[in-house]
């Protein structure tokens, strides 16, 4: 059974950088047969698409969030990670991980990480 | 940029079918797909590449997708299926996610 788990600071000062890990187990991010993705979601919102990470090292990223979204991977760990800066209030949100599964669906999702952008 | 829309709320009573709609550009030449989040948890795939369905996931789920709409059909409903409903599709290397229907079982 696949497994992912978010982990990372819960609270981030506004202008500072958001860093979360997501760490897999009961697969390999370096099988090379899925993509592995952030989503996140306000309070009481709905679902928005961070990006995604290829093994092979390219990513996509949703353009809203472009110039200050980095997905990255760790096959050592078995982890990748999430990198926002210059976070605003507005980046309050549930953060999810995700493996982008057969036929392109988000089929296995960590528990999700509430992290609070506040002074 | 890409979106997709979805009522925001539909009610139905226990043991009727409930039709929850996504509407998209072209959606009909994508593959979509559909999440359950109920509150307090993390969303769960209940139907793919169109008309699939995970493993687990009851056969009363079905989905369908033509044109610009996708449908998730949900028939005999139950209580357990009051929640939260998200379908989703690529666009190009892009998720795209609706908007999300609650529906409740009254």
């Known amino acids: 059974q696949v497994h992912l788990q978010e982990s990372g600071p819960g609270l981030v000062k506004p202008s500072q950088n958001l860093s979360l890990t997501c760490t897999v187990s009961?697969?390999?991010?370096?099988?090379?047969?899925?993509?592995w993705t952030w989503i996140r979601q306000p309070a009481g919102k709905g679902l928005e698409w961070i990006g995604r990470?290829?093994?092979?090292?390219?990513?996509d990223y949703n353009s809203s969030l472009k110039s200050r979204v980095t997905i990255s991977g760790d096959r050592s760990k078995n982890q990748f990670s999430l990198t926002l800066t210059s976070v605003t209030a507005a980046d309050t949100a549930v953060y999810y991980c995700?493996?982008?599964?057969?036929?392109?669906?988000?089929?296995?999702w960590g528990q999700g990480i509430l992290v609070t952008v506040s002074s | 940029s890409y979106g997709l829309t979805q009522p925001p709320s539909l009610s139905v009573s226990p043991g009727q079918t409930a039709t929850i709609t996504c509407s998209g550009d072209r959606l009909g030449d994508k593959y979509s797909s559909w999440y359950q989040q109920k509150p307090g948890q993390s969303p769960v795939l209940v139907v793919y590449h169109d008309t699939k369905r995970p493993s687990g996931i009851p056969e009363r789920f079905s989905g369908s997708n033509s044109g610009n709409t996708a449908t998730l059909t949900i028939s005999g409903t139950q209580a357990m299926d009051e929640a939260d409903y998200y379908c989703q599709a690529w666009y190009g290397s892009t998720a795209v996610f609706g908007g999300g229907t609650k529906l409740t079982v009254l």
């Open positions: 009961g697969d390999s991010i370096s099988s090379g047969s899925y993509y």
């Open positions: 990470f290829y093994p092979s090292g390219s990513t």
């Open positions: 995700a493996r982008v599964g057969q036929l392109l669906s988000l089929d296995y």
